[in-house]
């Protein structure tokens, strides 16, 4: 599982996808969210811009991304 350490209060999902390198760009991350192929905790979320907090889980393509606060 790979982690994102949050930078501010939250980080909107296609943003979350690209920090993580589990897309290439925003066009990618666009298309993969918007056809239905992320999940955000077990749920599947086709909004981009979806703003992301600390415990957050996003699945994509086999990958997990855990979402973790500044403080750890």
Do not use: F
Request: aromatic share 2%; proline share 0%.
């Amino acid at each position: 599982m790979k982690e994102l350490v949050l930078k501010s209060e939250y980080i909107k999902l296609g943003q979350a996808l690209k920090a993580a390198d589990l897309v290439s760009d925003g066009a990618k991350a666009k298309m993969v969210i918007q056809n239905g192929k992320v999940e955000v905790n077990g749920i599947t979320d086709t909004r981009r811009g979806r703003k992301l907090q600390a415990g957050d889980v996003v699945l994509y393509n086999g990958s997990e991304l855990k979402i973790i606060g500044q403080d750890g």
